[in-house]
């Protein structure tokens, strides 16, 4: 009785012990420590405010990362790599990413890309397919086709820290 009373106690005490990261969203899983750096965003930002808007401001970018992210887990030849993996956490971290970039107001305070890829397997066939997800969801919430391949542009060079040979 008194070993469970004393667990009961002990339950939240510990938990609480083991705050998520300030930056995480409710439902994220907790993932291994790392250094919260915005350089391991892994491009430099657009300047001015063109590209932010191309995308619809902070709005647009949610909507296109959602979308991206719901079709990358359901998609029959990438989902797989997708599977299990932490959905909440990863529309967070991407849309910092991507808000970021834009210049639409955000810090990333996700891993770099070398470590939030290492050891998946993805080859150059997987990235492709990826983009194509991307292309989609990005001319669905509307984006010009000119700032859709500016975008694609500064993220193609994140390549050779994803794609395993
Ligand atoms: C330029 C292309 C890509 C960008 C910008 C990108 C961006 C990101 C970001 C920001 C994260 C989250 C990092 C974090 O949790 O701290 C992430 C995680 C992840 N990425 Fe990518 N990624 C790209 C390509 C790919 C490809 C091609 C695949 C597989 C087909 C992939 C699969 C994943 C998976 C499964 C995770 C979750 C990892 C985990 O939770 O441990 N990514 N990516």
Redesign the pocket.
Known sequence: MLLSLAALLMGPALQAATPPAPHAMPGEEA?DP?RVDPA?V?AAPFTGDGMARAFGGQHGIRRIVDRFVRS?FADPR?GE??AN??QV??KR??F??FCYILAAGCT?T??D?R???KN?G?QQG??N???ENLQRAMTAEKVPFAAQNRFLAK??P??GH??ER
Do not use: C, P
């Open positions: 993932v790392y391991n892994g990358n990438i790599i997708f993996q932490d956490r990863l971290t991407l910092e990413q990333y996700g891993r890309m470590s939030a890829h998946m993805v997987d990235m397919r990826l983009v993220l193609a994140m390549r994803i794609v």
